[in-house]
Nanobody
Framework: QVQLVESGGGLVQAGGSLRLSCAASGSISSITVMGWYRQAPGKQRELVASRTRISRMTIYADSVKGRFTISGDNAENTVHLQMDSLKPEDTAVYYC??????????????WGQGTQVTVSS
């Protein structure tokens, strides 16, 4: 079992900043990638940013490039998303995601419970 605990969502005015954090715990053997997705009402869930554990390669959605920064602490199995210059269109539920393996070698694709980010105009 793997658990993801997210924190840091909230309400902010356009142009403001928020920092999301996600901590993984449980029977994790190895983590391949951790990232953040978001889902706005009536829209599909989309990738916001991801970070591979070993190479620390990052990927960003075009809509957030230059405004959002993903980082992580491999020793603590955490990933963070620093969101600056927020726009109303960034309003969504943000989900942490982990892809990796359990101690028995089983591949897992785990989601957090989601945290609401609301940007007012």
């Amino acid at each position: 079992q793997v658990q993801l605990v997210e924190s840091g969502g909230g309400l902010v005015q356009a142009g403001g900043s928020l920092r999301l954090s996600c901590a993984a715990s449980g029977s994790i053997s190895s983590i391949t990638v951790m990232g953040w997705y978001r889902q706005a009402p009536g829209k599909q869930r989309e990738l916001v940013a991801s970070r591979t554990r070993i190479s620390r390669m990052t990927i960003y959605a075009d809509s957030v490039k230059g405004r959002f920064t993903i980082s992580g602490d491999n020793a603590e199995n955490t990933v963070h998303l620093q969101m600056d210059s927020l726009k109303p269109e960034d309003t969504a539920v943000y989900y942490c995601n982990l892809k990796g393996r359990l101690r028995l070698g089983v591949q897992v694709d785990v989601w957090g419970q989601g945290t609401q980010v609301t940007v007012s105009s």
